[in-house]
């Protein structure tokens, strides 16, 4: 889905159904969780009062993926915020969190530019897979859009790998010679 500077509305009815005012459909957590996954912001707001429920939603996200094992947050993290909430601290958390996270994914960033540019493998064949895989992987610890393998690279993976085939060949062909 296309990044907007306009959050994607969903609207929560009566029914506690969730609607998608863009592809005017229902939708569920999981496709919210998508949404974000995929870079987009999202809004979600009551219908009936027009209170906004969109941090109500998100922390809800994440509780399901903790219960379903998925645990990026470890129990003394969990334990602390609970306890900030209890504390003068709750002015500060906030702000460390919001750093915290933006320097990981700045980390990120820097990290794959450094691998596409300074590594002398870089030009290796079978590295464009590797990194793709590396920031798959980044995504999924991170969450964050950055880090999205494209499109093309999806589609030239078996082209790679058959390149990839090849000069492995040719060089175990080179390598036989060698040994003679």
Known sequence: MA??????????????????????????????AEFIRDGRE??????????DLTRQYLLQIIAEHESRGENVLPINVLTDLVRSYATHATSVVPDFLAASF????KGQSQMMENMAKASPLANMPGMDAMRAQQEAFLKAMTGGPAAAKPEAAKEDDGENLDDIRKQLSELQDKLSKLGK
Do not use: C, F, H, W
Not at 20 to 29: A, H, K, M, P, R
Not at 46 to 51: I, V
Not at 102 to 105: A, C, R
């Open 102 to 105: 933006d320097m990981l994914q």
């Open 3 to 32: 990044e907007t500077d306009k959050p994607l509305l969903i609207k929560r009815y009566a029914s506690r159904r969730l609607y998608n005012t863009e592809t005017s459909d229902y939708v569920t957590l999981d496709d919210i």
């Open 42 to 51: 999202v809004q979600i707001i009551d219908l009936k009062s027009g209170d």
